[in-house]
């Protein structure tokens, strides 16, 4: 279902209705709803002729239609009831493919069985729609016009998608599918090149029947080309990945209405073109076609196999969110709303989620998380864009949705006057979250030890955060920005220069000409604390090592301007050398390095800068008045207020607001050295309450 499905059609359809088709009222009382089916046409076989009846949501036989609207005044006519009833273009196709696939039980098609003139009858249906999916027979999903590779890729899926249920490939890793996951990739990895088994070498090879299907896809004809780009029509190969990248990369598989279609059908029949394969045939093909390069390694692919799945995994499995909510309910494991609209990482050169309403990104999901009455949550087109925003932010942030203020990323520009701390959902959902947190990757609980929570049960004002917290400091000096730059509109930013951004950092701090450990402060700002040897804190937590003193000079070093003295390195610092620059090597899929010891460490301190540089990404160093240094967004200035928020494990950076309401705005989390795992709480600082506008 499109995201306009349940809001306003546009102006010149609803005079086309108005016009040319009445509907007759429902009784919401008696859940009733309307239903069509196909008749026979007098008018030649092009022209799709359909009858219109009334029925009862819990007592009716029916099938649905999942299908994106497109522009929906861009309209074809149709009958309905021996009346003319115009309908988009992509609504026509699908008709017109249902009617060549002779279905003839009763539908439910949301443009033609809602009354679109009727805001408060599309207002209750919106609430009904995880009913009227979740009841339906069959719901058929239609992708769109179909091609040769897309025609391929389906009669591909029909084949090994099947051989794939009967494996147990939409099944839990266990004992059911008899195969733990470690097995599993063990096989998986012990196939030396699957191009040189033969058929029956596969059957025969003492694999478990899961990786036995995925072993022969790696056989399939037509996946690889001469090159990851490379892709060719007939019979030269490689012609299917350009289909599988068509059918994953369309848009039905990102509006959000589609997610509770296809994650609650318990029927489902894909369509594409002139090609029909079940839901679990297709959901189960792309679990396995991601499952290789996942669970493998690039040792059980030559060098064809694996430039064929170069270019897939942004678009496979992990973005497809109405599949990841469908394994959930099989699962039977909670679906959380923050769990389905936080993303980091780069998109896959598509939105992760999208609404034509933004309040959709919230209303469309109602049907399939498990604590839409706990958060309060309901479809109400009454409701500010705003209100609807702050809601959902207030709700992930304080009724056990797991999320926490500091993986909030505060916004650059603000044309809707959201409050500071509540995220643009649908920038959000079209590119993910631009800059991750900084205990992303690191534990960290600055917080640990707090005597009260943040007060979220009862609020006054929605718009407003009221936290419970300290003040650590004020920020004095600001580092310029390191410059960063876009390839496209989908990939993440990447650094202009990380020389420059390493030059930069290290004359803001103020380094001297000799290195040691006591700079490590400097070069955990910029790695968020990695670089931080094993501590206890008692209850306060802990830091995990990453390397010893030996290598965390070696970082020091590569991290630093100036040429690396090779012949001063030591024995495990050579080590380390070599098993970095074999990991680039299967990363990047390059050639391991023959070069000289010179040669590995200056590309081992280029990965290492180029690391740092891209993981600061949307961040900036800063100084307090105290003489902290600590790492936040770009957007932080002079003035601003290093906090500790109760329950929040990094720091909050606030700027006061200087109005004569006072409070702060949000200006995001932050790394603090020496504050990270609660110290300042050892200070004993005065409580206070921090109202976030």
């Known amino acids: 279902m499109h995201a306009t499905k349940s809001v306003i059609a546009p102006s010149s359809f609803t005079v086309l209705l108005a016009s040319m088709f009445t509907h007759e009222p429902l009784n919401r009382e008696a859940r009733e709803f309307r239903l069509v089916r196909f008749l026979p046409s007098d008018r030649g076989i092009e022209h799709i002729s359909l009858e219109l009846r009334h029925g009862f949501l819990d007592h009716d036989e029916y099938s649905a239609l999942s299908y994106v609207w497109g522009d929906a005044s861009d309209t074809v006519n149709i009958t309905v009831n021996g009346e003319t009833f115009p309908v988009g273009k992509r609504l026509h196709s699908a008709l017109e493919q249902l ?159 589609i997610f509770q279609e296809v994650a609650l059908a318990k029927k489902g029949k894909v369509m594409c073109g002139e090609k029909t394969v079940l839901l679990d045939q297709f959901q189960a093909f792309f679990q396995i076609l991601w499952d290789v390069p996942r669970n493998g390694t690039k040792s059980h692919l030559d060098a064809k196999q694996h430039g064929f799945f170069m270019p897939l995994p942004g678009t496979l499995w992990p973005t497809i969110k109405p599949f990841e909510i469908r394994n959930l309910r099989f699962l039977q494991l909670p679906v959380r709303l923050s769990d389905i609209l936080v993303e980091h990482g780069a998109p896959p050169g598509r939105p992760y989620y999208s609404a034509s309403d933004p309040r ?91 005597p009260s929570a943040m007060p979220c049960e009862k609020f006054s004002r929605p718009a407003v955060l009221e936290c419970l917290g300290c003040q650590v400091d004020v920020i004095t000096e600001v580092m310029e920005p390191p410059e960063y730059f876009k390839i496209d509109e989908w990939c993440p930013t990447w650094p202009k220069n990380p020389d420059d951004f390493v030059s930069s950092v290290y004359h803001f701090v103020g380094l001297g000409p000799e290195t040691g450990p006591a700079e490590d402060y400097v070069w955990r700002c910029v790695e968020w604390g990695q670089l931080t040897p094993s501590r206890n804190a008692g209850n306060k937590g802990s830091c995990p090592t990453r390397m010893d003193e030996e290598i965390r000079c070696l970082m020091r070093i590569l991290l630093r301007p100036g040429k690396v003295d090779v012949g001063g390195l030591t024995e495990k610092q050579i080590d380390y050398v070599k098993r970095e ?113």
């Open 360 to 450: 959709d990104i919230v209303f469309g999901l109602l049907g399939v998380i498990d604590s839409a009455d706990k958060l309060g949550l309901r479809a109400d087109y009454t409701r500010s864009l705003v209100d609807v925003f702050s809601t959902l932010t207030r709700s992930m942030l304080c009724i056990s949705e797991g999320r926490t203020l500091d993986e909030v990323v505060p916004k650059e520009t603000n044309p809707d006057n959201l409050p500071t701390w509540v995220p643009d959902w649908r920038l959000i959902g079209r590119y993910g979250m631009p800059v991750f947190p900084v205990r992303y990757s690191t534990f960290f609980d600055a917080s640990a030890g707090a």
């Open 99 to 257: 009617d060549r696939n002779g279905i003839s039980g009763w539908l439910w098609i949301d443009s033609i069985c809602i009354n679109q003139r009727d805001l408060e009858e599309k207002s209750w249906h919106t609430n009904d729609m995880a009913a009227v999916f979740s009841g339906a027979e069959t719901v058929y999903m239609w992708l769109g016009l179909g091609s040769k590779h897309t025609d391929d890729v389906m009669d591909m899926v029909a084949r090994a998608g099947g051989e794939a249920v009967a494996a147990g490939a939409l099944g839990p890793f266990n004992e059911e599918v008899h195969l733990s996951r470690d097995m599993y990739r063990k096989q998986l990895n012990s196939v030396a090149s699957p191009s040189e088994m033969g058929s029956s070498d596969v059957v025969h090879s003492g694999l478990s029947p899961l990786t036995r299907v995925m072993v022969s896809l790696l056989q399939e004809k037509g996946l690889y080309g001469q090159s990851p780009n490379h892709l060719t029509s007939e019979g030269g190969g490689g012609y299917l990945l350009q289909g599988i990248v068509d059918i994953l990369q369309r848009e039905y598989w990102h509006r959000v209405w």
């Open 581 to 693: 620059v074999l990991r680039y090597s299967v990363v990047s899929s390059s050639t391991v390095s023959n070069g000289t010891l010179e040669d590995d460490v200056a590309r081992v301190r280029q990965e290492t800068r180029d690391s740092a540089a891209c993981g600061f990404r949307g961040r900036t160093l800063f100084k307090t008045s105290k003489g902290m240094l600590g790492a936040g967004h770009k957007i932080v200035r002079e003035g601003d207020v290093v906090t500790l928020l109760w329950g929040v494990p990094s720091p909050i950076i606030l700027r006061p607001r200087g109005t004569k309401d006072g409070g702060f705005e949000f200006q995001g989390d932050a790394y603090v050295d020496g504050i990270m795992f609660g110290e300042f709480l050892d200070t004993k600082p005065a409580e206070r309450l921090f109202e976030i506008y």
